[in-house]
């Protein structure tokens, strides 16, 4: 009932950009909030954005902010990342998420790799 495909995950050179897109399905009433988390090789699952899907109201974690940007499409019921000037410590693998009614779902991850 509740899925979500990512997609545009793949290998870039350091300073350079890429855009990741979650597809939402099922009752996107039930759909209150999206975000993205990622995880580095040794490293623990750590929040990288979020979107409320009611006010618009985003954030970000420090790391990110002024680099990354999140939107949406509803017409698609799409949320996006926009990832800008991509360091190397940005190589992990992207899971987006969502708060659907009481619950949390996941995707199942998307490779991000920056080079240099």
């Known amino acids: 009932q509740v899925q979500l495909v990512e997609s545009g995950g793949g290998l870039v050179q350091a300073g350079g950009s890429l855009r990741l897109s979650c597809a939402a399905s099922?009752?996107?009433?039930?759909?209150?909030?999206m975000g993205w988390f990622r995880q580095a090789p040794g490293k623990e699952r750590e929040f990288v954005s979020a979107l409320d899907l009611s006010g618009g109201i985003t954030a970000y974690a420090d790391s990110v902010k002024g680099r990354f940007t999140i939107s949406r499409d509803n017409a698609k019921n799409t949320v996006y990342l926009q990832m800008n000037n991509l360091k190397s410590e940005d190589t992990a693998v992207y899971y987006c998420?969502?708060?659907?009614?009481?619950?949390?779902?996941w995707g199942q991850g998307t490779q991000v790799t920056v080079s240099s």
């Open positions: 998420n969502a708060l659907v009614g009481f619950q949390i779902y």
């Open positions: 099922g009752r996107t009433s039930r759909y209150y909030a």
